[in-house]
């Protein structure tokens, strides 16, 4: 089984409904939710947010976190997870904001890619995020990273109802 697969299994027998904010994935992590039959129950919307101004626009990500943080930092990716439930109906996010190379930039290697969850539950909203570093070129760091930001949903939702936060 997929992990897209397990991924909605894990929404629908939760009742959940997901939104992303995505910018190193471009979109990755919805497409491969979209590709499982059935899954349009389960999501509600997807960000693709590559600019600061557009995360900025889009999902209020403020100027001081850019600024203090970076753009591939696990700051940046928490303030785009809440961003994305900001407007949104959906009870889940996930984030992705990072860089696929080929180069190093101000100091953060290829391959660095921060996520965020957010989660929306009767104890209001948990947050959690972590910084990986994948290998490989841009196609191959866009799928490992996406496929890392949908397996952990499930046990970060496991947390967050035990109220933890990051």
């Known amino acids: ?7 909605i299994d894990y929404l629908k027998h939760n009742q959940l409904v997901i939104t992303t904010a995505e910018s190193c994935t471009a979109g990755r992590v919805i497409a491969l939710l979209s590709q499982v039959e059935g899954a349009g129950s389960c999501i509600e919307s997807g960000y693709v ?12 990500v403020r100027a001081y976190t850019l600024e203090t943080f970076n753009l591939t930092s ?34 953060i290697p290829p391959g660095t890619v921060c996520f965020a969850w957010a989660f929306r539950t009767g104890r209001g909203l948990s947050v959690f995020s972590r910084k990986e570093r994948f290998m490989g ?27 933890e936060q990051a």
Not at 137 to 163: D, I, P, T, Y
Request: aromatic share 4%; proline share 4%.
């Open 1 to 7: 089984m997929s992990v897209a697969t397990s991924t």
């Open 49 to 60: 947010v590559y600019s600061p101004q557009a995360k900025q626009r889009l999902l209020n």
């Open 74 to 107: 696990c700051e940046v990716a928490q303030e785009m997870a809440c961003g994305a439930l900001r407007d949104s109906p959906a009870d889940v996010a996930i984030a992705t904001t990072g860089l696929l190379g080929p180069d190093a930039v101000d100091g």
């Open 137 to 163: 070129g841009r196609e191959h760091v866009q799928q490992a990273a996406s496929e890392h930001a949908l397996k952990w949903l499930a046990h970060f939702h496991q947390r967050a109802l035990a109220g």
